[in-house]
């Protein structure tokens, strides 16, 4: 395949970035952006967006847009990969710095009861009494749990518009129901919270 005939997945993430070469045969370093990098490990084909300012050496040809992975594997904090496209180390050089998407059509399902990030962001939240508390605009991880950043705008008394941000851990206590199918997250939270 050409790489001009490449078209990208229109539900494309964005899960690591091309960090160096590995080895002399053209194996490439990628740093997850997920501690749990399956994503990366259940496709067989990354799309790689080059970085604004190229970080390797200057490629012979133009950068591919696409890799068909033969071989993937942890390797301490990173993941250490080989592609069909990518004969040599200077190939693999030149890719430092571009960001690597897989379609989310491909990740692993789920456990019941747990989330891709990425399908949590945008959700509406509302509480027990209806209430809506705003929309999922990022998580955060503390080491123990992970916590909604939920934001909601709001009109002060001026008429001027307020971004007013919730931090909710995302843990039972607080999570009453996630409802991927209806896009909205019950929690027990107030508005005054």
């Known amino acids: 395949m050409l790489d001009d005939e490449v078209v990208w997945p229109e539900d494309a993430i964005e899960v690591g970035r091309i960090v160096d070469a590995w080895g002399i045969k053209g194996g490439i370093k990628v740093l997850p952006f997920s501690s749990d990098p399956q994503a990366l490990f259940s496709s067989r084909r990354w799309f790689l967006r080059p970085p604004e300012k190229p970080m390797g050496p200057k490629a012979a040809k133009p950068l591919p847009t696409l890799l068909r992975i033969t071989n993937a594997r942890e390797q301490g904090d990173v993941i ?9 180390r200077n190939a693999a050089e030149a ?72 931090l909710i851990p995302f843990v039972a206590a607080y999570i009453d129901a996630v409802s991927l199918e209806q896009r909205c997250i019950t929690v027990d939270w107030g508005l005054d919270f």
């Open 95 to 166: 890719l430092r710095g571009c960001s690597v998407f897989v379609s989310r059509a491909s990740f692993p399902t789920a456990d019941v009861d747990e989330y891709y990030w990425i399908d949590l962001i945008g959700l509406a939240v509302v509480n027990r009494e209806g209430q809506a508390l705003g929309n999922v605009a990022d998580l955060l991880d503390t080491g123990a749990h992970s916590v909604l950043r939920v934001t909601q705008v709001e009109t002060d008394d001026q008429g001027r518009s307020l971004e007013r941000e919730r």
């Open 80 to 88: 250490v990969a080989t592609a069909q496209d990518v004969a040599d």
